[in-house]
T-cell receptor, first 114, second 116 residues
Framework: DGGITQSPKYLFRKEGQNVTLSCEQNLNHDAMYWYRQDPGQGLRLIYYSQIVNDFQKGDIAEGYSVSREKKESFPLTVTSAQKNPTAFYLC?????????????FGPGTRLLVL | AQSVTQLDSQVPVFEEAPVELRCNYSSSVSVYLFWYVQYPNQGLQLLLKYLSGSTLVKGINGFEAEFNKSQTSFHLRKPSVHISDTAEYFCAVSDPPNFGNEKLTFGTGTRLTIIP
């Protein structure tokens, strides 16, 4: 089955700790995205990547970092600089990034702060 | 910058009744419009999208939406809802290529609750 997987489903972060959220896709999509979802705020774009070894900041990139070393993988690191990391994180991919493409979403990772 | 307004944060509807979820966007240029659905604790999936052509768009699960350029609206409708339609619905907009903003901008969502 083709799709997007995210792991773990739940993640706990201690103060001052960096944590990494995994996102893998086997859809052969070029573009990948990370969104943050908070109650009542919809989805906000953190980072996106149109091609391997290239990525751009979205609307709320501060306190986050990403890498795109393989087409299939787009991990997100939540650094200690992100002061309010508790949220639901969604990874998505699309064939390309022309604006008209359907984005396919993973099941999400819920990050909680201890 | 694009913005999307979903006027209703929560909509309760009796089973088998019709429903309309409202979406307005802010843009004077051509846009692409989307409705996504999110079931509890899951990711989003596409219901339907408008790129061009007919203003009435049909999607999955019996949903449809109508693009109204003069009112900058893209309201979602279903003539008869089912318990399984209970979910959160997000309207989203993006610009066509070369307009400088191909990213997807989401509304804040409408939580649809179906009452048995």
């Amino acid at each position: 089955d083709g799709g997007i997987t995210q792991s773990p489903k739940y993640l706990f972060r201690k103060e001052g700790q960096n944590v990494t959220l995994s996102c893998e896709q086997n859809l052969n999509h070029d573009a990948m995205y990370w969104y943050r979802q908070d109650p009542g705020q919809g989805l906000r774009l953190i980072y996106y990547s149109q091609i391997v070894n290239d990525f751009q900041k979205g609307d709320i990139a501060e306190g986050y970092s990403v890498s795109r070393e393989k087409k299939e993988s787009f991990p997100l690191t939540v650094t200690s600089a992100q002061k309010n990391p508790t949220a639901f994180y969604l990874c998505a991919s699309s064939i390309s990034r022309t604006g008209m493409e359907t984005q396919y979403f993973g099941p999400g990772t819920r990050l909680l702060v201890l | 910058a694009q913005s999307v307004t979903q006027l209703d944060s929560q909509v309760p509807v009796f089973e088998e009744a019709p429903v309309e979820l409202r979406c307005n966007y802010s843009s004077s240029v051509s846009v692409y419009l989307f409705w996504y659905v999110q079931y509890p604790n899951q990711g989003l999936q596409l219901l339907l999208k408008y790129l061009s052509g007919s203003t009435l768009v049909k999607g999955i699960n019996g949903f449809e939406a109508e693009f109204n350029k003069s009112q900058t609206s893209f309201h979602l409708r279903k003539p008869s809802v089912h318990i399984s339609d209970t979910a959160e619905y997000f309207c989203a907009v993006s610009d066509p290529p070369n307009f400088g903003n191909e990213k997807l901008t989401f509304g804040t969502g409408t939580r649809l609750t179906i009452i048995p």
